[in-house]
């Protein structure tokens, strides 16, 4: 497949997987689920959606309620992109924990810092 057809794709994705969770997530207060990547399997069976969750004490949970909603969640994707693909591709979500990693590695620089001065 081309590569630039792909990119349009995952970029659809996970604007609407972003929205999706955005309006799903309004009636939970101080919950913020954001998409920050996602993957399509070359043949666009397969999407691999990366979560980035605040507040992370909640990660896990809110990951396995999201795991538990996956079929909803896609027919909410399949009635927003229907109309732009041929068939609407199995979720696959993952924990990005990235921010996390970069506020270690702050905290670590600060606590050094702190140590010099």
């Known amino acids: 497949m081309n590569n630039t057809r792909l990119q349009k794709i995952e970029r659809l994705v996970q604007k609407e997987l972003g929205e999706i ?3 799903e997530t309004r ?4 919950v913020l689920v954001s998409v920050t990547q996602v993957r399509m399997s ?3 069976s397969v999407s691999k959606a ?3 969750i605040f507040p992370s004490e909640k990660n896990k949970e809110i990951l396995e309620n ?3 909603q996956k ?3 896609r027919y909410e994707l399949g009635e927003r992109i229907g109309k732009q693909v ?3 591709p199995e979720l696959i979500f993952y924990l990005d924990d990235s921010i996390d990693y970069l506020e270690n590695i702050d905290h670590l620089l600060n606590r050094d ?3 010099v001065l």
Do not use: T, V
């Open 21 to 23: 969770f955005l309006s």
């Open 27 to 30: 009636q939970m207060r101080g």
């Open 42 to 44: 070359p043949d666009l």
């Open 50 to 52: 990366y979560l980035s």
């Open 66 to 68: 999201i795991n538990h």
């Open 71 to 73: 079929r909803a969640i």
């Open 86 to 88: 041929r068939r609407i």
């Open 113 to 115: 810092k702190e140590q």
